[in-house]
């Protein structure tokens, strides 16, 4: 009972499309997946002519992909395909969120850029951002991917818990979301980004995680920046620091 009221403060899904590829002038194909458990998903897929190397995008805790679509296009412009998933529960995705179901789902989201794409996982930069780091760090811990980019993201549910509600209240959730553990064993270069006046996943708290994972790895402070506005705050400067870090792992 305590998990489905855990699951329900932190999942904060919204239905449907907010926006559509064509409001933003983007082309990107609407496309289903079916995740190990047989809960079939939706996500956008943004393809870039020639590309030879994707990312998969992982959105943080509420709204949905739809919302993210501005970002992914910035992204696909980088010179690669984009994979922007809907957790199960969110936009078009059947199902409810959970911790095991939003971990499954971005399973399905890298099979199908290997299996449906062509893109094999050593050409293929994860991209999790807040909550999504969290999946994104799960996903990863043992397998060989090209690189992980993680924005905005906590070193645990536990962590957060005891900096916004107190250390007695971390302990009801101990394991949950525990990305400090799992990045120790990460195999791929790490790209780190945190807003130095992040108002909801504390900096600290992104430093924390960035130190217990291991070389090669590089944090980026996005100056003034809080937890939502990291891309506009950042610019230009902050695509082009993705750039050379998608030239460094998967060069086109």
Do not use: W
């Amino acid at each position: 009972m305590f998990g489905r009221l855990v699951d329900r403060m932190i999942f904060q899904p919204e239905p449907g499309i907010d926006l559509r590829p064509e409001d933003i002038g983007v082309h990107a194909e609407q496309v289903y997946l079916t995740t190990e458990d047989g809960v079939r998903i939706h996500a956008f897929f943004l393809p870039y002519p020639g590309a030879t190397r994707a990312i998969l995008f992982l959105h943080g805790n509420a709204g949905n992909a739809s919302h993210r679509l501005p970002n992914a296009a910035e992204l696909m412009r980088l010179g690669c395909h984009v994979l922007l998933l809907d957790y199960r529960g969110y936009g078009l995705s059947e199902g409810s969120p959970d911790e095991s179901g939003v971990y499954a789902d971005a399973r399905a989201g890298l099979a199908h850029l290997a299996d449906e794409i062509g893109i094999a996982p050593l050409r293929t930069v994860v991209f999790g951002r807040s909550l999504g780091g969290a999946v994104a760090v799960d996903l990863v811990q043992d397998r060989a991917i090209a690189g992980l980019i993680l924005e905005s993201t906590f070193p645990s549910l536990a962590a957060m818990t005891a900096t916004l509600f107190g250390a007695s209240l971390a302990s009801l959730a101990p394991t949950r979301f525990d990305s400090q553990r799992k990045i120790t064993k990460l195999k791929a270069p790490l790209l780190f980004f945190h807003g130095d006046r992040d108002e909801i996943v504390p900096y600290d708290l992104g430093r924390r995680l960035f130190d217990a994972a291991p070389d090669p790895k590089a944090f980026e402070t996005i100056r003034n920046a809080g937890h939502n506005d990291t891309v506009q705050v950042g610019g230009r400067p902050y695509f082009e620091r993705i750039r050379r870090f998608l030239d460094e792992v998967a060069p086109p």
